[in-house]
């Protein structure tokens, strides 16, 4: 059964780049068939899609963070990879990777989650 | 972007009745060239990730209670549960995968009355 697995630091200071790391269990993530994406959920709010990265390390990302965003993959590790710079409090939120099905070589809806983690953002 | 608005935000229905929710588009997620409405249902408990229940705005994923269902087309979509359970209570959300951004509603709260 596939699993999900964020892990990273709790608390980032402002300014500084937050980075995290999804862990895939169960299954491969050099497969054909599906995108691997982050999503997050600001305390008490609803679901913003952050970007999305495919095996061969084509990505997709929400233009609102493109310019602070970088995700990687790691198909030797079955990992992949968030980094968002210059962070605010506004980026305080639990952060979920994903597995997302796609076609036409964009991601589209999501279909397994990892539990999430908590990242705040203070001094 | 695509904005998804959910209404209502929030309702309460009494157990074994039906619960409806409803999610309008800004623009219409139904693609021409195969006739399908690319708007995804997520079910979210309390302290959970998200869980999918619904994709092609009407296709049940495995598993998935039969009680859940999708309808509609274009701009507006229904998500509904025939029969209200006590394991529903829980936060839905749409979402459209028409076109990045990927976008999802506010979300709608289901509780018991």
């Known amino acids: 059964q596939l699993q999900l697995q964020e892990s990273g630091p709790g608390l980032v200071k402002p300014s500084e780049t937050l980075s995290l790391t999804c862990t895939v269990s169960?299954?491969?993530?050099?497969?054909?068939?599906?995108?691997w994406g982050w999503i997050r959920q600001p305390p008490g709010r609803g679901l913003e899609w952050i970007g999305s990265?495919?095996?061969?390390?084509?990505?997709s990302y929400n233009p609102s963070l493109k310019s602070r965003l970088t995700i990687s993959v790691d198909t030797s590790k079955n990992q992949f990879s968030l980094k968002l710079s210059s962070v605010t409090a506004a980026d305080t939120a639990v952060y979920y990777c994903?597995?997302?099905?796609?076609?036409?070589?964009?991601?589209?809806?999501?279909?397994?989650w990892g539990q999430g983690t908590l990242v705040a953002v203070s001094s | 972007d695509f904005v998804m608005t959910q209404s209502p935000d929030s309702l309460a229905v009494s157990l074994g009745e039906r619960a409806t929710i409803n999610c309008k588009s800004s623009?219409?997620?139904?693609?021409?060239?195969?006739?399908?409405?690319?708007l995804a249902w997520y079910q979210q408990k309390p302290g959970q990730p998200p869980k999918l229940l619904i994709y092609?705005?009407?296709t049940r994923e495995s598993g998935v209670p039969d009680r859940f269902s999708g309808s509609g087309s274009g701009t507006d979509f229904t998500l509904t549960i025939s029969s209200l359970q006590a394991e529903d209570v829980a936060v839905y959300y749409c979402?459209?995968?028409?076109?990045?951004?990927?976008?999802f509603g506010g979300g709608t709260k289901v509780e018991i009355k």
């Open positions: 994903a597995r997302e099905w796609y076609d036409y070589s964009v991601p589209r809806y999501f279909d397994s």
């Open positions: 169960g299954g491969s993530i050099n497969t054909y068939t599906y995108y």
């Open positions: 990265i495919y095996y061969s390390g084509s990505t």
């Open positions: 623009q219409s997620v139904l693609y021409s060239s195969d006739n399908k409405n690319y």
């Open positions: 092609w705005a009407s």
């Open positions: 979402q459209q995968y028409y076109t990045t951004p990927l976008t």
